[in-house]
T-cell receptor, first 112, second 112 residues
Framework: ETGVTQTPRHLVMGMTNKKSLKCEQH?????MYWYKQSAKKPLELMFVYNFKEQTENNSVPSRFSPECPNSSHLFLHLHTLQPEDSALYLC???????????FGPGTRLTVT | GQQLNQSPQSMFIQEGEDVSMNCTSSSIFNTWLWYKQDPGEGPVLLIALYKAGELTSNGRLTAQFGITRKDSFLNISASIPSDVGIYFC????????????FGAGTRLTVKP
C-alpha cells in the first residue's frame, strides 16, 4: 500500500536542530492532516489542510510549523523541539474533510 | 472535549474465538471509523460508518454505528493470529470538518 508515504521513517534530532517531515499522497485527495501519537495517549490531531488551506490548528506549539504547497504534499517543519515532543508523527489524507482518512506509516521522532 | 471511551483496553483470546470491542462518547459524531495499527506502522482503515444505525461488514469484521450517534462496536469473528494488533475507534465531528477524535485503543492478542 503506497497511497500515503512519509519520509523519513525515523529521525533523531537535538533540541537545537531544525528538521522537516514530508508526506505525499497518491490518492488524489484534497485534504491532508498531521497527527501526533505518543505512548499511552490517543492520537492527537495537530493540523488540517483542505485544498492547501489550513483549516484547523489544534493549539499546537509554534515550534511545529506545517506547510502544504499543493494537495499532494504536506510538510511539518520542526525547530527547537523538546524531549516530550518525541512521538510517532502520522500524516493522513482524505477526499474531503468529511470522508474517511487514510494514514501513512509515520515518522518515529526522537528528540535528544 | 469530545472524548471517546474505548473498551476493553486489552484482550487475550484463543484462535477461533469471536471478539467484541466498543466505543462510547457523550458527544455526537457524524462518522465512526475503525482502524487497526500494527507495530511501527500507521493505522489502517477497516470500516467506515456514515449513518446512524448502519451495520457494515468487511470479511470477518462487523461494525455498527449507534442509533444515538454516540457509540459504535466492532466484532471480529473466528479470530486468527494475524488479527493481533491495536484497534482504534475514531469519530469525526460535523464541525469543524476533518476533526477526528480517537479512542485509546484495544490491544488484541490471539493465542494459537
Amino acid at each position: 500500500e503506497t497511497g500515503v508515504t512519509q519520509t523519513p521513517r525515523h529521525l533523531v534530532m537535538g533540541m537545537t536542530n531544525k528538521k522537516s517531515l514530508k508526506c505525499e499522497q497518491h490518492l488524489g485527495h484534497n485534504a491532508m492532516y498531521w497527527y501526533k501519537q505518543s505512548a499511552k495517549k490517543p492520537l492527537e490531531l495537530m493540523f488540517v489542510y483542505n485544498f492547501k488551506e489550513q483549516t484547523e490548528n489544534n493549539s499546537v506549539p509554534s515550534r511545529f510549523s506545517p506547510e502544504c504547497p499543493n494537495s499532494s504534499h504536506l510538510f511539518l517543519h520542526l525547530h527547537t523541539l523538546q524531549p516530550e515532543d518525541s512521538a510517532l508523527y502520522l500524516c493522513a489524507s482524505s477526499q474531503d474533510p468529511a470522508r474517511e482518512q487514510y494514514f501513512g506509516p509515520g515518522t518515529r521522532l526522537t528528540v535528544t | 472535549g469530545q472524548q471517546l471511551n474505548q473498551s476493553p483496553q486489552s484482550m487475550f483470546i484463543q484462535e477461533g474465538e469471536d471478539v467484541s470491542m466498543n466505543c462510547t462518547s457523550s458527544s455526537i459524531f457524524n462518522t465512526w471509523l475503525w482502524y487497526k495499527q500494527d507495530p511501527g506502522e500507521g493505522p489502517v482503515l477497516l470500516i467506515a460508518l456514515y449513518k446512524a444505525g448502519e451495520l457494515t461488514s468487511n470479511g470477518r469484521l462487523t461494525a455498527q454505528f449507534g442509533i444515538t450517534r454516540k457509540d459504535s462496536f466492532l466484532n471480529i469473528s473466528a479470530s486468527i493470529p494475524s488479527d493481533v494488533g491495536i484497534y482504534f475507534c475514531a469519530g469525526q465531528l460535523l464541525s469543524p470538518a476533518g476533526d477526528m477524535r480517537f479512542g485509546a485503543g484495544t490491544r488484541l492478542t490471539v493465542k494459537p
